[in-house]
């Protein structure tokens, strides 16, 4: 995804795409950051209880666990609030 | 729910995708007839070795209006770029039609409108600047029209004023498209805004507060 995002739209679209199990250069790809910020953001998700690291046919894999639902439910609601409340540009 | 959030974000789409190709064929046409006007007018002036300054000053000053409508082309194409990828993608995600790629639409399109913010109000420079650039040709080609009035034929007479409506068409575009632009500006601000509040909420999950 190109275009600037807010620390929290990363953290939706890592926890997101980890809802199935990734490895690292698919996340960094997928979201399109450079190793060194992806590897710091994906250390923040662990340390949170986010995301879950397991070793898999000997890759590391991230999978998004439980406790990261109560941010991804509350993301989703806030944002499509943001489409349904407001203003509407019409020509 | 998100039936509904979607088309109102298509809506959207539609609406503004209609805008910047107003705003592409409005720089163009700009561009075309400041052209067309500085060719048959300089050349003369080439031919014969002789310089108006009356004309030359004009010719400088439709130099100046491709200029900007150069700049009001780019600006258009700049915009254009990642939006067209965005509306591609929402027709593909309407199919879908979850709730993930819902918000996964509408996080791209906030961080396009952040990253694009700064070309859509050039959008609103390029088009008044034209659009004022063209109301005083419209201005300066009916006065030109109306002192030659009883020596001009009924041909000429006609190009004159097809030239003066266009300018006049094109100079009222101009300068009602920026406030097409203010208000979907508007509009997105008041959503980024809302998202910075988002973001203080989502902190306070985040840290587990």
């Known amino acids: 995804m190109k ?13 997101t795409f980890c809802r ?13 950051l450079n190793s060194d910020i992806g590897q710091e953001h994906l250390d923040f998700l662990l340390s949170r209880g986010f995301l879950k690291k397991y070793k898999d046919d000997g890759s590391n894999l991230f999978r998004t666990t439980e406790d990261a639902m109560v941010f991804l439910d509350a ?5 499509l609030e943001l489409y349904n409340k407001g203003p509407e540009f019409k020509l | 729910m998100e039936k509904e959030t979607f088309d109102r974000f298509n809506r959207e789409m539609r609406s503004f995708y209609a805008l910047i190709i ?11 007839f400041g052209i067309a ?14 310089i108006q300054i009356s004309k030359l000053a004009l010719t400088g000053l ?19 770029d990642g939006f067209d990828d965005l509306r591609d993608d929402s027709r593909v995600k309407e199919a879908e039609a979850n709730c993930d790629s819902l918000t996964g639409l509408i996080v791209r399109s906030m961080a396009w409108y952040r990253e694009r ?6 959008l609103k420079f390029g088009s008044r600047v034209t659009g004022a650039f063209f109301l005083l040709s419209a201005v300066l080609q009916i006065l030109n029209l109306a002192s030659t009035l009883s020596s001009t034929s009924p041909f000429n007479l006609t190009l004159s004023m097809i030239g003066f409506i266009l300018c006049l068409v094109l100079g009222v575009a101009g300068l009602l498209i920026p406030y097409s632009i203010t208000r979907f500006v ?3 601000d008041h959503r980024i805004e809302a998202s910075d509040e988002a973001s203080k909420r989502l902190e306070r999950i985040v840290e587990g507060q």
């Open chain 1, 3 to 15: 275009g600037k995002r807010t620390l929290y739209e990363i953290y939706w679209e890592m926890l």
């Open chain 1, 20 to 32: 199935n199990p990734r490895t690292f250069t698919s996340i960094v790809h997928r979201c399109s």
């Open chain 1, 75 to 79: 993301f989703r609601a806030m944002y």
């Open chain 2, 22 to 32: 107003l705003n592409i064929v409005g720089a163009g046409l700009a561009m075309s």
């Open chain 2, 37 to 50: 006007w500085i060719v048959p007018n300089i050349t003369p002036m080439i031919q014969e070795q002789s």
């Open chain 2, 62 to 80: 439709v130099v100046v209006g491709c200029v900007v409508a150069l700049r009001w082309l780019i600006a258009s194409v700049e915009v254009f």
């Open chain 2, 117 to 122: 913010k700064a070309n859509i109000n050039d």
């Open chain 2, 186 to 188: 508007g509009t997105w």
